[in-house]
């Protein structure tokens, strides 16, 4: 069974960054569409960003300007870099990846955002 890990969560001050990393816990899976959610305590799980299979990026309204995703050549790690990070921004963080119409989805990694 495929399983995407995330790395890269952690703590940092307020306008800092962090760069989230999601890959699958086997190799030789690539997959088509990449997203990153998050989920803050007491909140539904919203999207942050999507990267289609032609390049084509979404950003929810609250993480534009500030965060990125990308994938490398092989489509098969996806990353987020996130800057001038907001104490709102703390939250779970969820990787998620579709291939042939399968939908995957990481264990999450905490991203807290403090002075």
């Known amino acids: 069974q495929v399983q995407l890990v995330e790395s890269g969560g952690g703590l940092v001050q307020p306008g800092g960054s962090l760069r989230l990393s999601c890959a699958a816990s086997?190799?030789?899976?690539?997959?088509?569409?990449m997203s990153w959610y998050r989920q803050a305590p007491g909140k539904e799980r919203e999207l942050v960003a999507t990267?289609?299979?032609?390049?084509?990026?979404n950003y929810g309204d609250s993480v534009k300007g500030r965060f990125t995703i990308s994938r490398d050549r092989a489509y098969k790690t996806g990353y987020l870099q996130m800057n001038d990070l907001k104490p709102e921004d703390t939250a779970v963080y969820y990787c998620?990846?579709?291939?042939?119409?399968?939908?995957?989805w990481g264990q999450g990694t905490q991203v807290t955002v403090s002075s």
């Open positions: 998620q990846a579709i291939r042939a119409k399968i939908t995957y």
């Open positions: 086997r190799s030789i899976y690539s997959f088509d569409y």
């Open positions: 990267i289609a299979p032609n390049g084509g990026t």
